[in-house]
Structure formats: structure tokens, C-alpha cells
């Protein structure tokens, strides 16, 4: 039995998600800031973290792996076309929000390809979404129904474009042919706002119009 926790973080209050085993063990996704708050609940939960999983590379979804890190040496899984993204501020976006540059000091396990990510007993197949960036992923968990989408899809809306690398057009694409071909009961964990379902999107999501 898995379960997940939504941690708004940072000051976009991007979602950082922590999904649990009933045997203690989780994996985190994408700790865009307030590192010491993902740590606090894990430890307050009692649970061993298993690896940082990032939907993409901005700024606000990496912002507090370092943090992290110092406490846990854990493996950052993260697509290849944002490997470097890490380490660049003006590629991951942190030189332009006065916030202070994010570089991530560690090197990444890098994913391509679509395919089954097994991590200890958590398994997700990996969709390639890109739009919002080019190495956008979502992690779709089929024992729990749900997909970590991060800035792809949210309640009513979709990811923005205009960021480097961003394309309106593959985004779409992306949605349609890899997002809405899922259950319409699958739940939606997005990288910002509240969760939906794919169904609910489907139907009111009014940026898929004709979908």
C-alpha cells in the first residue's frame, strides 16, 4: 500500500511530493525549495527515503536538493536533456527571479526513453512530456492511480511556454498523446495547485477544448 503527501515549497510554492510504503521506505519528488521541511516530515514520518525523482529542472522544482541531500545521499533521477539545467542558473531559470542561483552540486542518474523505473518496491512507467521544458517527465503509478505530471497539466490549466526550451505546440501533443490516453480516473499530482483527475480535465479543462 502506497500514499502521497503534497509539500507546497519555495516561493512559488511549487509542489514537492512525498510517495510512502507501508514497508517505511519513499521517494521524493522534486524538492524545489524549503529542503529542511521535506526532511522534517520524513523524519517525522518515521520513513527512509529512496531517491529524489525530478519532473524537470527549474528552478522551483530542484531548489532544495542540496538540502536534501545533506542529510540522505540519494540518487536524482532526472531526464537528459536537463542534465545541465542543474547547474546552470539561466538554462534551470534561478538567474532571472532574484532568488539567488540554484546549482545543484551532484551528479544525476539520467533518464531517456520511456520505460518502467524500478525503485525498490515503487514502480513507475515514465511518459516523456515535454513542452513546458524539454525534458519534462511524468511519472505515472499505476498501483496508486495517479500521475506526477509536474508543469505539464494542472487543475484547468497547462504548463506554460514562453520559458527556454518551451513549445505550446509539442505540449499539447504531449497531453494528448501520452496524458489523456490515461485512465479518466487517474489522478492528476501537478506541480502546482491542487490535484484533478484526467477525466475531470478532459471534460473542463477548457485549454484541451476539442481533445
Known amino acids: 500500500m502506497m500514499e502521497w503527501k503534497r509539500i507546497p515549497v519555495g516561493p512559488i510554492q511549487a509542489n514537492a511530493y512525498i510517495l510512502s510504503h507501508d514497508d517505511g521506505t519513499c521517494v521524493i519528488f522534486d524538492p524545489g525549495g524549503e529542503g529542511d521541511k521535506i526532511v522534517r516530515h520524513i523524519e517525522e514520518q518515521g520513513l527512509t527515503p529512496l531517491a529524489i525523482l525530478l519532473t524537470h529542472a527549474h528552478f522551483d522544482h530542484i531548489g532544495g536538493i542540496n538540502e536534501v541531500r545533506k542529510k540522505w545521499e540519494l540518487p536524482i533521477y532526472i ?37 518502467t523505473l524500478q525503485i525498490g518496491d515503487f514502480a513507475f512507467e515514465l511518459l516523456e512530456t515535454p513542452g513546458h521544458s524539454p525534458g519534462s517527465i511524468s511519472y505515472y503509478c499505476k498501483e496508486i492511480e495517479a500521475v506526477f505530471s509536474g508543469d505539464v497539466l494542472f487543475l484547468g490549466s497547462i504548463g506554460r511556454t514562453d520559458l527556454p526550451g518551451g513549445n505550446h505546440e509539442q505540449l499539447l501533443r504531449s497531453i494528448h498523446d501520452k496524458l489523456l490516453t490515461l485512465p479518466e480516473e487517474t489522478v492528476v499530482l501537478s506541480g502546482h495547485g491542487r490535484e484533478t483527475t484526467i477525466g475531470a480535465e478532459m471534460d473542463t479543462n477548457p485549454f484541451l477544448h476539442g481533445f
Do not use: M
Open 79 to 115: 531526464h537528459e536533456n536537463e542534465k545541465e539545467w542543474l547547474t546552470d542558473p539561466a538554462l534551470n531559470g534561478s538567474a532571472y527571479f532574484g532568488i539567488g542561483q540554484v546549482v545543484v552540486h551532484h551528479e544525476p542518474t539520467c533518464l531517456r526513453g520511456e520505460q
